[in-house]
């Protein structure tokens, strides 16, 4: 079974400009969330789709949106970057919620804001 | 609010030395606690996971006991090998969050031959 793909692995973008990555999950997950991860923050919760629809959002500013489609694959955009947006973006994906099933984590979107 | 403590790193051993990582929480109710672990150019990979007080939770070599106690999930293992070398995450996962885990800074691990 294919695991979680995430496109592309390495993206260099200028301040001001926006951005779109892409998360497929493993093949009968629903539930496709996204993290940040900073040396300084860590793990942060973005934000989680299941079933095209967002269930759950972290503390971030609206700059950060996302989607997800009917074959459950997502996107997720950033707007107006910022040097602090500098970070690998992780998406995971599960058949329900982390509470009942473990997330499966893509090898993430190196994103360099200069 | 709702958070996960685990030691600093990083954490340098010698191979077939005992490992333990300290991880602490703090939460209201009855979270599910896990281990994740990120080697080098990849995401994270679940390690284990406990669901309930005195659960616990082993793989690979690897253990943790869900300390309600204590409020404690320290892992450990009895003798690490250089391929153990990654970053370790504590995390805490409680019901109605859906996917909205909260990590730990995590713990850097280099075993040396």
């Known amino acids: 079974k294919a695991g979680v793909t995430q496109t592309p692995r390495y993206l260099i973008k200028t301040r001001g400009q926006q951005v779109t990555l892409s998360c497929s999950p493993i093949s009968g997950h629903r539930s496709v969330s996204w993290y940040q991860q900073t040396p300084g923050q860590g793990l942060q919760f973005l934000f989680e789709?299941?079933?095209?629809?967002?269930?759950n959002k972290g503390n971030f500013p609206g700059r950060f949106s996302g989607r997800q489609f009917s074959n459950s694959r997502s996107e997720m955009n950033v707007s107006t970057l910022e040097l602090g947006d500098s970070a690998l973006y992780l998406c995971a994906s599960s058949t329900l919620d982390a509470y009942n099933s473990p997330l499966h984590f893509g090898n993430g979107t190196r994103l360099t804001v200069t | 609010g709702d958070s996960v403590t685990q030691m600093e790193g990083p954490v340098t051993l010698s191979e077939e030395a005992f490992l333990t990582i300290n991880c602490t929480y703090t939460a209201t109710g009855y979270p599910s606690l896990f281990w994740y672990v990120q080697y080098p150019g990849e995401g994270l990979q679940l390690l284990l996971k406990a669901t309930k007080a005195d659960d616990k939770g082993s793989n690979k070599g690897f253990e943790a006991t869900y300390r309600k106690e204590t409020t404690s999930f320290h892992l450990e293992k009895g003798s690490v090998q250089v391929s153990d070398s990654a970053v370790y995450f504590c995390?805490?996962?409680?019901?109605?969050?859906?996917?909205?885990?909260?990590f730990g800074a995590g713990t850097r691990l280099t075993v040396k031959p």
């Open positions: 995390a805490l996962s409680k019901v109605g969050w859906d996917n909205d885990m909260r």
């Open positions: 789709y299941f079933s095209e629809t967002q269930r």
